[in-house]
């Protein structure tokens, strides 16, 4: 079947801008993770929903980040007035449930200039 | 802080070989643990998961959990050129609602053909 799928494969923004990122997990998967991977850096966890609860965000590094799932799906990952540091590749992962085998999405590759 | 910890490598071996990636990590409590192969620019790829200690086999894949010893390792018997590639090591730390992964900065690998 399908896996995740994340939109868009690749983003180039201006410092200051807010992008969206979006992610379409395994139907049927009712846990979703947003993590982000950096340049040497070791993937890091952002934010994690599962089903109707209410979300774990401890990850997001500050207020600009926010995120929505809407439906018990579809993910959107903002950032608000973006920086260079937030350049990386965004990933979403999905799970059956809570503590299940995660499957990764294709991520965007975010650079901001 | 939780951490996973995994030498960076790069491991070289001959294809045909056996390799050993080995991780180790600080939460005594944790319960599951992963590993994923990363290809170059391209997103993690889950190809075992191990939630008891001992072995477990996928093929050419051996997964080694020591729960006491904190310590866990990915054997590849007959390493093929396409076997290069990061591997990382995810666990799922201990604590109440903690599903997200913890990972470590991975150890990449080449097979010498």
């Known amino acids: 079947g399908a896996g995740v799928s994340q939109s868009p494969s690749n983003k180039v923004t201006e410092k200051g801008k807010d992008v969206e990122l979006r992610c379409d997990p395994i139907?049927?998967?009712?846990?979703l993770y947003w993590y982000r991977q950096s340049l040497g850096q070791g993937l890091e966890f952002l934010i994690y929903?599962?089903?109707?609860?209410?979300?774990?965000k401890s990850g997001l590094p500050s207020d600009r980040f926010s995120a929505e799932r809407t439906g018990g799906s579809v993910s959107t990952l903002t950032i608000q007035r973006t920086q260079q540091e937030d350049s990386a590749v965004y990933l979403c992962?999905?799970?059956?449930?809570?503590?299940?085998?995660?499957?990764f999405g294709p991520g965007t590759r975010l650079t901001v200039t | 802080q939780k951490e996973v910890e995994q030498n960076s490598g790069p491991l070289s071996v001959p294809e045909g070989a056996i390799a050993s990636l080995n991780c180790t990590y600080s939460?005594?409590?944790?319960?599951?643990f992963f590993w994923y192969r990363q290809y170059s620019g391209k997103s993690p790829e889950l190809i075992m998961s191990?939630?008891?200690?001992g072995d477990k086999e996928d093929g050419r894949f051996t997964a080694q959990l020591n729960k006491a010893s904190q310590y866990v390792s990915l054997l590849i018997r007959d390493s093929q050129p396409s076997d290069s590639a990061t591997y990382l090591c995810?666990?799922?730390?201990?604590?109440?609602?903690?599903?997200?992964?913890?990972f470590g900065k991975g150890t990449k690998l080449s097979v010498i053909p």
């Open positions: 992962a999905s799970s059956r449930d809570m503590a299940g085998e995660q499957y």
């Open positions: 139907s049927g998967h009712t846990a």
């Open positions: 929903f599962q089903g109707n609860s209410a979300p774990d």
């Open positions: 939460d005594r409590g944790s319960q599951s």
């Open positions: 191990i939630y008891s200690n």
């Open positions: 995810a666990v799922n730390p201990s604590g109440a609602g903690s599903y997200q992964l913890t």
